[in-house]
């Protein structure tokens, strides 16, 4: 499945962790390419006038698993969309289900 979270912030802290400040996973689908325009096009205001990063994960069915892809996402305020961005570079786990 193709996840989707958003967070307010990305910053790395000093421990070297990803701190992403308030953060939601919305949900899901199982079409990469669904879940790729529901976040470019902020379907149902995912952003919500706080979240300015989102990324769409592909989990896999089970307990425990990694995302093997991630695309991640910065919300341009001009345009009202989210744009791709370089992905992250982190070793935290998934940002959907920590």
Not at 5 to 15: G, M, N, Q, R, V
Not at 32 to 40: G, Q, S, Y
Not at 70 to 87: C, G, L, Q, S, V
């Amino acid at each position: 499945m193709y996840f989707i979270t958003c967070f307010s912030k990305y910053e790395i802290d000093k421990l070297g962790w990803p701190d992403v400040g308030a953060g939601r996973t919305f949900g899901y689908y199982d079409d990469r390419d669904v879940a790729l325009e529901a976040v470019r096009k902020n379907w149902c205001d995912i952003q919500e006038r706080i979240y300015r990063y989102a990324v769409v994960e592909y989990i896999e069915e089970g307990l425990y698993n990694i995302a093997t892809e991630r695309w991640f996402f910065e919300w341009n305020e001009d345009k009202k969309t989210f744009e791709a961005i370089e992905p992250f570079v982190d070793h935290c786990g998934n940002y959907a289900f920590g």
